[in-house]
């Protein structure tokens, strides 16, 4: 081998491993968007969100009914596709909305509606371990809920999702909910 060869052979070995060192560092320390690491690593929102982003403004409704249009704060578990008919979207057992805010919201009230598949349902709902409310709905049929969430339970950051978990004891689906500013 020439010495040309040698040196372009050390070359590219130091090039190679320099590159490799590089995308060892970047798996160490990934550089990505909060919801790509939510529904590809972490895998705990249902639906990709094309916007990359989980805020949401108090007083958007959060519709459960479109098939095309899907709700992106929807955890992975509990919840099904939404329905084709435009019915809403089934939940079963454990689950919730993930959410990101910009501003303290204040006390919130939270609308939603739904249908009970069974009678005697029950439907807990929770924040952390700052508040829990259960309802219990006996007849099968259209539902709408309304209750107040206290001020100071929501982590206004961007970067910090807000877990509102649901707990069922059986089926239910959502067509809607709602967070808006108690007035």
Not at 75 to 97: A, M
Request: charged share 15%; proline share 5%.
């Amino acid at each position: 081998m020439t010495r040309s060869v040698k040196i372009l052979f050390v070359l590219v070995f130091f090039v190679l491993s320099g590159f490799y060192l590089y995308v060892l560092n970047l798996t160490r320390h990934p550089h990505m968007s909060m919801t790509f690491k939510m529904y590809y690593l972490d895998q705990s929102i249902h639906f990709w969100s094309r916007n990359q982003t989980l805020a949401y403004i108090p007083g958007t409704e959060m519709s459960l009914v479109p098939f095309r249009e899907r709700c992106f704060y929807l955890s992975r578990v509990g919840w099904d596709i939404p329905e084709k008919d435009g019915s809403g979207t089934l939940f079963s057992g454990d689950g919730g909305l993930l959410f990101t805010l910009h501003s303290e919201p204040g006390v919130l009230t939270l609308l939603s509606n739904f249908n009970t598949l069974s009678d005697h349902t029950e439907l807990t709902i929770s924040v952390g371990k700052a508040w829990s409310k259960t309802f219990t709905f006996d007849k099968a049929g259209p539902q709408h809920l309304s209750t107040q969430i206290p001020a100071g339970i929501f982590t206004a950051d961007p970067e910090t999702p807000n877990y509102v978990t649901l707990h069922s004891n059986h089926i239910m689906k959502f067509q809607s909910f709602n967070f808006t500013r108690a007035e």
